[in-house]
């Protein structure tokens, strides 16, 4: 593993960022209480600003856990100003299933872990039978028949991936 990117070291990087991100986090809060006299909003700032920099360790330290922690936080935060922003509050809980969702995928992608993808492929079948029951475009019979085959096959594909391990 090379310590350097373009000659600077990996963790003077980390901590350049960590000092900037907590700077910009510390001027969110002041806009937020009193410029945008919302102070809710800091709880999705700071999500953002965490995230962004768990991004940053993730990928320049090859760290798994950072990129899954990092796609979450930063989805939560970004659908946090989404959601209060258009008023679609009512839908908070899908849009949080989708950042895990998303957060998944990421993790999938650059670490190549397919326990990832069918995270994602489960919560998303969950979250889109949750909201169909949500509407009432199912009954909750149907809803259970559809929901509990993923469930038992995400625990089956979880208990088989630690075994192999």
């Known amino acids: 593993m090379n310590g350097r990117v373009f000659g600077i070291k990996k963790s003077l990087i980390l901590r350049s960022s960590a000092l900037l991100f907590s700077w910009?986090?510390?001027?969110?809060?002041?806009?937020?209480?009193?410029?945008?006299?919302?102070?809710?909003?800091?709880?999705?700032?700071?999500c953002l600003f965490l995230g962004v920099f768990?991004?940053?360790?993730?990928f320049?330290?090859?760290?798994?856990?950072?990129?899954?922690?990092?796609?979450?936080?930063?989805?939560?935060?970004?659908?946090?100003?989404?959601f209060i922003y258009t008023n679609t509050s009512s839908y908070a809980a899908f849009f949080i299933c989708l950042a895990f969702i998303l957060a998944s995928v990421v993790t999938y992608i650059f670490c190549k872990q397919s326990l990832h993808l069918i995270l994602a492929f489960s919560i998303?079948?969950?979250?889109?039978?949750?909201?169909?029951?949500?509407?009432?475009?199912?009954?909750?019979s149907i809803f259970i028949a559809f929901v509990v085959p993923f469930l038992v096959l995400l625990v089956l594909e979880m208990f088989l991936h630690f075994k192999r391990r």
């Open 124 to 140: 998303f079948f969950v979250s889109l039978y949750s909201l169909l029951l949500a509407k009432n475009f199912i009954s909750t």
């Open 60 to 82: 320049l330290f090859g760290l798994d856990s950072s990129l899954y922690f990092g796609s979450l936080l930063t989805g939560i935060g970004t659908v946090g100003f989404i």
């Open 24 to 46: 910009a986090f510390f001027a969110f809060i002041f806009v937020c209480i009193f410029v945008l006299k919302n102070p809710p909003l800091w709880f999705f700032g700071f």
């Open 54 to 58: 768990e991004l940053i360790k993730g």
